[in-house]
């Protein structure tokens, strides 16, 4: 606002003002101008950034978000994905890009396009930014190429995006295990190259194309040789223990490495072939090939079996072929360069395999390596390519023995089914080696035999009713709270042994070559009474060899065949010595199974054990030879004399077997359940037992307490049926305190389908009074 | 300045603010980084990025103080220029003047949180806020519509060319 100043006497310069005014445009207009510029130019300069739109197709596009993903090129962001769309047939994902301005070149043939997304693999860490930043598209480009707008993506990053001319090698072998995409390529150590694809070469082996650097192309020559690194080598020696692990890029994976043996080669073309190795020392192994002939390749491993030389591996078994003429195995074998030349006309070649017996150990360390060959260079100058391979003496074990066999009592063991024992396993009495098995042979009639030699000194301990039996290696023993490995020693852990004793029964001494059957266990080789047939209805559970008599508990002998006869099963059992007095006439068997019910657990340890037959001596003065078996312990009630009475019901589930309880003390039981003449009631027989038929009055009464009643929280859960554990139903019956007159024998009570509530099951003081004034509770 | 001079002015004002309204609600404001994902915010987006994740008060609070106030104080200083010189209406104008006086104490808020935004919202590679161009169009009507309405005088409803 202007403050005009009164004395200004000059109108027409006021009036100027005004004019001026109101002729020109207000420079304020200046300022929607400014906008309209800034706004334009931001317009403007987005639509000149823009370059080009291409379209990308990809299998698949995972992470590709319209308006964010950017396309890269070198790391600078080259555009930004604008659309995506699928194409007609829906196995496609196209991908519009518009590209920036300056990268509008992209847009020509031979750009190729990739979606990067993270790669964390032990071989290959890649694209991590992609994990902060979402995935993104990548690009690489090659010089030339006319313009283009359309392009196909690549399923996968290339290995090197950059491309440099680097060398191509192809490597092949009959099988390439774990190498893959990325393996890296070692030379001394060094990391020079990638393998870039696996795949199969035209003639259909496995192929590996590895990608050389530049920089390190003249390191591969022409007598290069490529081997596989394993992942990870544990070596194992006496003293020490290495644990090898090449690189962390191979830590699982493995590498290649490849290098030349001897004065270096050519360099090399693009695209050469080579062999691949399986192992740098079959790499090594590049003399030329020397066929040896082998009466037993037994052992012989192709790509494996060494060569030594004085003890140091000097080259490898490649190929291996059995010739059905010549009746031999021809191992070819190549050695390093510098052996090769010392195989001669008298060169020797001796197949070393481990020898273990009991009289010593030879050739351990192909315990671990397997057979290996030595090589013995001759000392002629004749160059040979073909040996006949020698054999290592194999030791005759009888021969050591036989004396041994002179020396002690001889003795035939035979079996139906001969333990696995080989010559020179040991015999025990009582723990001691009391001799050796001499040999494996088939007896006259054809059973399985071994000779056995007994030393003079435990001869006497021979009789003629001595037992064997065999020791296994190791046995394993389980029992409650116990679990328990035992050896009966070193020399028999490695195969077990054989073990005999009389069991204290005296015979007569055994005579020369007496022939003993071998048991297959202790337990079986210690019943050495007379056998007892044993009839039982149901047999379940029994095992011939497995189930043992007991007698308090104790084990006096065990089923030693178990077969049918006459829909019943009979087992044949013997006893051990001084158990002969469970045969007399009148004993009982039984066998004893796991019973669980509401009444208690019974037999729990049969369950893990499994069944045994439990055995009660009887008082006859005879030894017969077969028992029947007394049916699973019942409750003796069924034959014992009762006080019976009739409960009637017009419908109940209470079956014959089910208790009768007073105060929750079973006092009988029902024994019989049918149907009344008119079909109308149930009538049940229960039988109280004689000491509790004063508790039966007059006005007794009886109810069904099948009734399972559970409490769980503040739930009160009823279970109105017979349950799995209690299978025929429960009775109860209470007789009030006054107690009313006696009853006679059948006398008929009603059953009460459930408790009446007047009465408890356990009366306690104040029920008993109520029950003592009904007229006062009623009301 | 004369009273023609504040009116020029104001409708200059008014002019640019409506220009510059467009690139301000088409541009984006904002970028958001949260894990690598970026999300580029205009104004309109922003508020419905808010509504989309439930908190409709804020998506309201936010579409009336960014838009609809920017909108109707533009709208209202076009009224208030048309009706120039008019001798009608002139108590509700100097009403609505007064409320668009007060409102415009409260219109750069909207600027003041994305500062405070992009300057906390810095935690690396977890989030990140970037103001994009969008905010400086933003600011621009903001900073038009106060200074119309700062050079417009209210007497000017009453009294258009006091000197004239």
């Known amino acids: 606002m202007k403050q005009e100043p009164p004395t200004d006497p000059a109108p027409e310069v006021e009036g100027e003002v005004v004019t001026t005014a109101r002729s020109g445009i207000s420079w304020a207009w200046l300022i929607p101008i400014i906008a309209l510029v800034a706004t334009s130019w931001l317009y403007w300069n987005n639509w000149k950034s823009q370059g080009p739109e291409i379209t990308i197709a990809f299998a698949s596009a995972p992470g590709v978000d319209p308006g964010k993903t950017a396309l890269i090129y070198r790391g600078v962001k080259a555009g930004t994905v604008s659309a995506i769309h699928l194409d007609r047939e829906l196995n ?5 890009v518009r590209l920036k301005a300056f990268a509008a070149h992209l847009a020509r043939e031979g750009t190729d396009f990739w979606i990067e997304q993270p790669i964390i693999s032990i071989r290959e860490i890649a694209g991590l930014e992609s994990i902060i930043q979402g995935n993104s598209i990548h690009a690489r480009t090659q010089p030339g190429g006319a313009d283009a707008t359309n392009f196909q993506g690549l399923d996968e990053a290339p290995l090197k995006p950059l491309d440099a001319p680097d060398l191509v090698l192809k490597l092949h072998s009959s099988s390439i295990p774990f190498i893959g995409r990325g393996t890296p390529v070692f030379h001394r150590g060094v990391a020079v190259g990638t393998v870039r694809q696996k795949g199969y070469s035209s003639d259909g082996s496995p192929e590996v194309e590895a ?28 003293g020490s223990l290495s644990l090898d692990i090449p690189a962390l890029e191979g830590l699982l994976d493995g590498s290649i490495a490849f290098d030349h043996f001897g004065p270096a080669g050519e360099t090399l073309e693009n695209q050469a072939n080579f062999k691949l190795s399986p192992h740098e020392f079959a790499a090594r192994a590049e003399g030329p090939p020397v066929t040896i002939e082998f009466e037993d390749g037994t052992g012989l491993r192709a790509g494996e079996t060494r060569v030594t030389c004085l003890g140091q591996p000097v080259g490898l078994i490649e190929t291996i072929t059995t010739n059905p003429t010549t009746r031999r195995v021809e191992a070819v074998a190549r050695l390093n360069h510098h052996f090769a030349p010392l195989v001669t006309a008298d060169s020797e070649f001796t197949i070393i395999r481990p020898s273990i017996n009991q009289n010593g150990i030879h050739g351990l360390g192909t315990l671990v390596t ?28 009888n021969l050591d023995l036989i004396p041994k066999v002179e020396g002690g009592t001889p003795v035939v063991l035979w079996a139906d089914d001969l333990p696995k024992v080989d010559a020179g396993a040991p015999i025990y009495h009582h723990g001691m080696i009391a001799g050796r098995v001499v040999e494996q042979r088939t007896g006259e009639d054809g059973r399985p035999e071994l000779l056995a030699s007994i030393e003079r000194k435990f001869s006497d301990k021979l009789l003629s009713n001595t037992r064997f039996w065999r020791i296994p290696a190791a046995s394993l023993s389980v029992g409650p709270g116990v679990v328990g490995v035992q050896f009966p020693g070193l020399s028999a852990l490695w195969q077990g042994g054989i073990a005999f004793d009389s069991f204290g029964s005296p015979g007569p001494a055994a005579s020369e070559n007496a022939e003993y059957q071998i048991h297959p266990n202790e337990q079986t080789a210690s019943a050495i009474s007379s056998p007892i047939r044993i009839v039982f209805h149901n047999g379940q559970g029994l095992l011939a060899g497995k189930t043992e008599l007991k007698y308090l508990g104790i084990t006096v002998g065990i089923v030693e065949k178990v077969r049918v006869v006459n829909k019943s099963v009979e087992a044949t059992v013997r006893f051990q010595t001084g158990y002969g007095f469970l045969r007399r006439g009148g004993s009982e068997f039984a066998i004893i199974r796991p019973e669980i019910d509401l009444k208690g657990v019974h037999g729990i340890e049969t369950m893990i054990t499994g ?13 017969p030879d077969s028992f029947n078996a ?21 419908s109940t589930k209470i079956d014959e077997g089910a208790p009768i309880s007073y105060n929750n003390t079973p006092v009988g039981e029902v024994i019989s359940k049918k149907l009344s003449n008119n079909g109308k009631q149930i009538i049940l027989t229960a039988r109280i037992r004689e000491e509790h038929s004063n508790l039966v009055r007059s006005n007794s009464v009886f109810w069904d307490s099948t009734r399972v009643e559970a409490k769980i929280g503040f739930l009160k859960v009823e279970i109105d049926s017979p349950t799995p554990l209690d299978p025929s139903g429960r009775i109860a019956f209470h007789t009030p305190d006054l107690v009313g007159r006696a009853v006679k024998q059948n006398t008929v009570f009603p059953l009460q389908p459930e408790q009446p509530r007047d009465f408890s099951d356990t009366p306690v003081p104040e029920k008993s009074e109520k029950r003592r004034s009904p007229v006062f509770r009623r009301r | 300045m004369t009273d023609r001079t504040r009116i020029d002015f104001t409708k200059a004002l008014v002019a640019s603010g ?33 509504a989309d994740s439930g908190l409709m008060p804020v998506a309201i609070f936010v579409f009336c ?39 415009g104490t409260w219109s750069m808020v909207d600027i003041f949180l994305l500062s405070v935004l992009a300057a906390v919202g810095q935690l690396g590679i977890m989030a990140s806020v970037e103001p994009q161009p969008g905010i400086i169009f933003f600011a621009a009507v903001l900073l038009c519509t106060l200074f119309a309405a700062d050079i417009y005088k209210p007497r000017m409803i009453w009294n258009p060319s006091p000197s004239a």
């Open chain 1, 92 to 96: 496609k994902v196209v991908i519009s």
């Open chain 1, 211 to 238: 990608v050389i650097d530049q920089k390190y192309s003249d390191r591969v020559k022409s007598n290069s040789r490529f081997w596989i690194v394993p992942a990870t080598t544990v070596s194992a020696s006496p």
């Open chain 1, 370 to 397: 397997g057979p290996y060959i030595a090589f013995d260079p001759g000392k002629s100058k004749e160059p040979a390519d073909t040996f006949a391979g020698r054999e290592t003496r194999q030791l005759d074990l």
């Open chain 1, 611 to 623: 069944v045994y037959i439990a055995c009660a001596p009887g008082s006859g003065a005879d030894f």
């Open chain 1, 630 to 650: 007394v049916p699973p312990a019942e409750p003796e009630l069924q034959n014992e004399p009762g006080f019976e009475i009739v409960l009637k019901s017009p």
């Open chain 2, 18 to 50: 409506l220009i510059l309204y467009i690139p301000a609600n088409f541009l984006p404001v904002m970028n958001i980084t949260i894990t690598g994902d970026l999300e580029s915010l205009t104004i309109i987006g922003g508020v419905k990025e808010l």
């Open chain 2, 65 to 103: 103080a960014s838009i609809v106030i920017p909108f109707l104080k533009l709208a209202c200083m076009c009224w208030l220029l048309m009706m120039h010189g008019s001798q009608r209406l002139c108590a509700p104008r100097a009403k609505a003047f007064q409320i668009l006086h007060q409102v």
